[in-house]
Nanobody, 116 residues
C-alpha cells in the first residue's frame, strides 16, 4: 500500500503562490494518474488536477491557468504549483489517484489558507 505525505501548505495572501509536495512511499510512475484533491470548509472533497503517465494534465475549471501539476518520479514526488491564489482556494489539499484509494489511503493533507 502506497503512503502519501503532503506538505508545503501554509498561510498566504490573495495573489500569492505556494508549491505543494506529495511524497509517495513507492514510485509515482506506478500511480496513474497522480491527482490532487482539496476539501474546503463545509464542502465535499473535489478533484483539482491530474497528470497521467504520459504527461497529459487536466484541471478543474476553477484553477485552470493558475495551478500546475507535475511529478518527479526519481524522487517519488508529485507537486502542485499554485499561483494567483484566491480565498476560495482555501482548503486541505490531498494527493491520490482517480478514483482515490486504489494504491493507498488518504494522507493527512496539507492546509492552504488564503487571506483576502
Amino acid at each position: 500500500q502506497v503512503q502519501f505525505v503532503e506538505s508545503g501548505g501554509g498561510l498566504v495572501q490573495a495573489g500569492g503562490s505556494l508549491r505543494l509536495s506529495c511524497a509517495a512511499s513507492e514510485s509515482t510512475f506506478t500511480i496513474n494518474p497522480m491527482a490532487w484533491y482539496r476539501q474546503a470548509p463545509g464542502k465535499q472533497r473535489e478533484l483539482v488536477a491530474t497528470i497521467i503517465r504520459g504527461g497529459n494534465t487536466n484541471y478543474a475549471d476553477s484553477v485552470k491557468g493558475r495551478f500546475t501539476i507535475s511529478r518527479d518520479n526519481a524522487k517519488n514526488t508529485a507537486y502542485l504549483q499554485m499561483n494567483i491564489l484566491k480565498p476560495e482556494d482555501t482548503a486541505v489539499y490531498y494527493c491520490n489517484t482517480v478514483p482515490p484509494n486504489i494504491y493507498g489511503n488518504w494522507g493527512q493533507g496539507t492546509q492552504v489558507t488564503v487571506s483576502s
